[in-house]
């Protein structure tokens, strides 16, 4: 992954000036924070922390956004609060029977999710959503989740009341968020996108509350 420092990007992270210990690489038209040290993937297994806002993402909501994205070669879970994971690592989430966020993949840094940006929906029933500009996005990493997630939010996400790939829409240290569990190239992680505003904000309280179990940040080669 080529190294690039943010000032040289069109459009970068809010977050950055909190990641200056960090080595950027390029991501769609920004950069991402890559890698903070030679411990990042065994830190990533035990309690890691990813802001993944560059990486690409969308949404279609509406009657036809199901058949859009079917069509597109997307597997969809047959019930809301549910995710679906593709051949390629990226997340589909199905929010309502009429919504669906799709999250691009660290295998190839949201190369396909690009693809489908660009695709045109059907002429109606089917809306796009830009949750890409409007969400922050932090990935939550390692054996420690769980009991990180019981600190800031009501909803039990141990395995047996939270599976792999559910999600909830729930309050996440007093914010609105989503939140998708499920695993990066076997590592259990949780995914959290919430409103842009709050993205310093987040990163802080979830740092705070990882400290107990030996949390750090990690770039987005940890688990790559």
């Known amino acids: 992954m080529t190294s690039m420092t943010p000032a040289a990007a069109a459009a970068r992270s809010t977050l950055y000036p909190k990641l200056s210990d960090a080595e950027f690489a390029p991501c769609a038209d920004g950069s991402i924070a890559a890698g903070f040290g030679a411990d990042d993937s065994a830190q990533a297994t035990r309690c890691g922390l990813m802001d993944l806002t560059p990486l690409t993402r969308t949404g279609f909501r509406g009657a036809q956004a199901a058949a859009h994205l079917a069509a597109s070669g997307f597997p969809l879970a047959e019930q809301p609060n549910q995710a679906s994971v593709t051949g390629g ?18 295998q190839d840094m949201g190369e396909r999710i690009t693809g489908l940006v660009a695709a045109a929906c059907p002429d109606s029933g089917c809306y796009p959503l830009f949750c890409q500009d409007s969400h922050g996005w932090f990935t939550l990493t390692g054996d420690a989740g769980s009991a990180v997630m019981a600190k800031l939010c009501a909803v039990d996400m141990r395995d047996e ?37 709050y993205v310093s ?24």
Not at 89 to 99: A, C, D, K, M, P
Not at 178 to 184: A, F, M, Q, R, Y
Not at 207 to 223: I, K, P, R, T
Request: one cysteine or more; hydrophobic letters at 50%; glycine letters at 8%.
């Open 161 to 197: 009341f939270f599976p792999p790939l559910s999600i909830a829409q729930t309050s996440v240290a007093r914010i609105n968020a989503i939140v998708v569990k499920h695993s990066i190239n076997g590592v259990p992680a949780f995914s959290l996108l919430f409103d842009s505003g």
């Open 201 to 224: 904000y987040m990163w802080d309280v979830l740092l705070d509350a990882m400290q107990e179990f030996g949390g750090a940040a990690v770039g987005c080669s940890a688990l790559r």
């Open 89 to 106: 690592g990226e997340l589909v989430l199905r929010l309502s029977q009429r919504e669906f966020w799709v999250l691009g993949s660290l």
